[in-house]
Nanobody, 121 residues
Framework: QVHLVESGGGLVQAGGSQTLSCAASGLIFSDYVMGWFRQAPGKEREFVAAIGWNGLSTYYADSVKGRFTISRDNAKKMVYLQMNSLKSEDTAVYYC??????????????WGQGTQVTVSS
C-alpha cells in the first residue's frame, strides 16, 4: 500500500520561503516520478511540480517556475518542494503525489493527506 506523508506546511510571510517534505513508503520509490499538487479554497487541485526517477528531469507549472524547486532523495524515499518568493496566491493545501502525465496534463495516482501553506501579505 502506497503511503505518502507531507510535512513542513505552516504560515509564512509574503516574500518568504518554506520547504515541504514528503515521506514515501509502500513502493519502489526510485521507480517512480514524484510530484506536488496544490488546492486553494474554492479552486480545483492543480499541478505544481514533478521530478523524474533519478532527479534529472523536473517539470513545473508556469505559476511557480523560477520560484519553486523540487528535489528527491531516493535513499531516504523523500521528495521535497523548496518554495521561495512566496505570494499570497500560493496559499493552498499542498499534496504529495505519485503522478501520471498525459501530454501537458498531470494527475495523481496516489495522494498524501496534504499540508496547509498560508502566505500572509
Amino acid at each position: 500500500q502506497v503511503h505518502l506523508v507531507e510535512s513542513g506546511g505552516g504560515l509564512v510571510q509574503a516574500g518568504g520561503s518554506q520547504t515541504l517534505s514528503c515521506a514515501a513508503s509502500g513502493l519502489i520509490f526510485s521507480d517512480y516520478v514524484m510530484g506536488w499538487f496544490r488546492q486553494a479554497p474554492g479552486k480545483e487541485r492543480e499541478f505544481v511540480a514533478a521530478i523524474g526517477w533519478n532527479g534529472l528531469s523536473t517539470y513545473y507549472a508556469d505559476s511557480v517556475k523560477g520560484r519553486f524547486t523540487i528535489s528527491r532523495d531516493n535513499a531516504k524515499k523523500m521528495v521535497y518542494l523548496q518554495m521561495n518568493s512566496l505570494k499570497s496566491e500560493d496559499t493552498a493545501v499542498y499534496y504529495c503525489a505519485v503522478p501520471t502525465r498525459d501530454g501537458s496534463s498531470w494527475w495523481g495516482d496516489y495522494w498524501g493527506q496534504g499540508t496547509q501553506v498560508t502566505v500572509s501579505s
